[in-house]
């Protein structure tokens, strides 16, 4: 009998050691094998930790570390932490697909005693593009400010970007703001890995001559694209060949009209693949000459353009959008003594337009601000495809030249009957084979065959955007410095003007294909606020409890068992 009982612990450790060994082995060997294959398993329903395919070959293609900063580095509220921690978890993602040529580095920006030193960490922050947000703890001594950057600092050889990781939107709650926010860090973190590693910097010109824009009204953003493409002004003046070397070209609000010659320079780049982004003012009309008298007509401005988009597949009208979601401005309501009382008021003819596509240039954007914008309509010319980036609210109406504008409109209470109009188009993607505006239209000869010309009547595969609003880029001014633009001076709001043409000129510019991962998107699961304050002793007791019993339960299953295992 003791033999018996001695032979069965012998054969027990004999099997405790070949379990022991056997699963030392596996170890080792899927240690091995994960030196030759690489495997990340992602079992969330929408896939936020799955990389897209463009990040992998963007990160895994480094030649160089690339060393990001992360100023999202300590005592925060919950909805930062998460912000942070989900900012870590994508970084990490990133670096395992990297082959170790991707580091960061999570720095409090206000860990610093010494306060200048902390001051121009701050302004070196702000420079780089990354905003501060505020917040607000009442303590013993009462009521503490403190900020917050929520930005990084992604570098490469000598080259540095930053990158602004909490996304503002207007009139956006602060959870459905921090998701939209954690969706797009793949992109913002990818995109400028993208850009500071790209030694061929695009050549994106802005065209004058023709009365465009001037470089104090775009101040702002030249100073903001410069940081990722080589930005020129250039003059066409009929000269061929002036945009061979550009990528894209911006034809920001003219105000006279394209001789033939310089729309045919246009037209061949076209057909070349060049790209175009066309911000057109089709009336003529001023707050200046409104503020002077009270009102004033708005009247067509002939850019001879028209046929040109026509072909392509759009046409800018000659009207005015009126929308009851606009910006304010301010108006004289009255005197107090000598003095104007002034009050801001809605002004219709400034829509503010909350982009509602999910394409990527305009998914999760903040609202954009508009100065009398005018309709486009979309042809449906033959290999071309339209999309629709932004629209009036379902509140809006068309003014047709000449229109009368007048400050006298805000004096009425709005009635949106009045407005029956909704979802009319004022920014449009084109993409397709486009016709030359020039074809059937050149009778020599000599011009079609010639080689240096290189006429062609039709283009390969290209893109370009349509915008009926050429103050769109128009930063404001005061006296004599460009002011940020998308910034409101008298609502002290900024509007997402700025990131809405960069991306424009991202997604035109960019033959990777990144911008597409600006389309993931998470599920916001809330709690329902009426279901937590009706049951909310009952949702305490139950997420108190329940862990608890659970334990309780498992453990009295375990006891009975091994009794009823080692009674027999």
Request: hydrophobic content about 40%; charged content about 25%.
């Amino acid at each position: 009998m003791v033999a018996k009982i001695e032979n069965k612990k012998v054969n027990i450790r004999r099997q405790a050691i070949l379990n022991l060994t056997l699963l030392l082995a596996i170890i080792v060997f899927l240690n091995v094998i994960s030196g030759f294959w690489f495997a990340r398993f992602d079992l969330t329903s929408d896939k936020r930790f799955t990389l897209s395919k463009e990040s992998k070959q963007l990160v895994a293609n480094l030649k160089d570390v690339v060393f990001v900063k992360v100023y999202l580095e300590g005592d925060f509220a919950p909805g930062f932490m998460r912000l942070r921690n989900s900012t870590q978890e994508m970084l990490d993602e990133l670096r395992a697909y990297s082959k170790g040529k991707l580091e960061y580095e999570f720095i409090d920006p206000s860990a610093n005693p010494d306060e200048k030193e902390r001051n121009k960490l701050y302004a070196q922050l702000y420079q780089k593009g990354i905003q501060p947000s505020t917040l607000e703890e009442r303590t013993k001594e009462g009521l503490n400010r403190k900020y917050i950057w929520p930005g990084a600092l992604v570098s490469y050889s000598n080259q540095e970007m930053g990158v602004q990781l909490l996304k503002d939107q207007l009139g956006a709650p602060p959870e459905v703001m921090l998701n939209n926010s954690i969706q797009n860090i793949e992109y913002e973190l990818c995109n400028a890995i993208r850009k500071v590693t790209n030694p061929l910097r695009p050549l994106v010109g802005f065209v004058y001559g023709h009365g465009e824009l001037n470089e104090l009204q775009t101040t702002d953003i030249l100073k903001t694209l410069q940081a990722s493409y080589d930005v020129k002004r250039v003059r066409i003046d009929s000269t061929l060949g002036i945009l061979r070397d550009f990528k894209a070209i911006v034809i920001a609000k003219p105000d006279s009209a394209f001789n033939n010659k310089d729309k045919f320079i246009i037209d061949q780049f076209i057909m070349n693949g060049g790209k175009v982004i066309w911000l057109l003012d089709p009336m003529s009309v001023t707050m200046d000459s409104i503020r002077s008298s009270g009102n004033t007509m708005a009247l067509a401005r002939d850019l001879n353009l028209d046929d040109m988009l026509f072909r392509y597949g759009a046409r800018v009208n000659y009207d005015l959008i009126q929308d009851l979601s606009c910006s304010m401005i301010p108006v004289v309501t009255g005197f107090i003594g000598n003095q104007p009382k002034q009050e801001l008021k809605p002004w219709y003819f400034y829509p503010v337009f909350t982009p509602m596509s999910t394409h990527p240039i305009v998914n999760n954007l903040n609202s954009i601000k508009g100065q009398f914008v005018s309709s486009i309509d979309l042809i449906g010319a033959n290999d071309v495809k339209s999309t629709i980036l932004l629209s009036s609210s379902r509140y809006s109406k068309l003014s047709t030249a000449p229109a009368r504008v007048s400050l006298g409109v805000m004096e009425f209470k709005p009635d949106p009957k009045m407005f029956p109009l909704r979802d009319i188009p004022m920014a449009v993607l084109l993409e397709g084979k486009f016709t030359s505006a020039f074809k059937n239209r050149i009778a020599s000869k000599e011009i079609t065959n010639n080689k240096d010309i290189g006429f062609k009547e039709s283009g390969v595969q290209n893109q370009m955007i349509v915008i009926s609003d050429g103050d769109i880029i128009a930063n404001d001014t005061a006296k004599g410095n460009a002011m940020p633009l998308g910034y409101d001076r008298f609502t002290r709001n900024t509007f997402g003007n700025k990131s809405f043409f960069q991306n424009c000129i991202d997604f035109l510019c960019d033959d990777s294909n990144l911008m597409q991962v600006r389309n993931k998107v998470f599920k916001l699961r809330l709690i329902d606020p009426n279901v937590m304050e009706k049951d909310n002793q009952v949702l305490k007791i139950l997420n108190a409890g329940v862990p608890v019993l659970l334990i309780v339960f498992f453990g009295v299953v375990k006891t009975y068992t091994r009794r009823k295992k080692y009674n027999r």
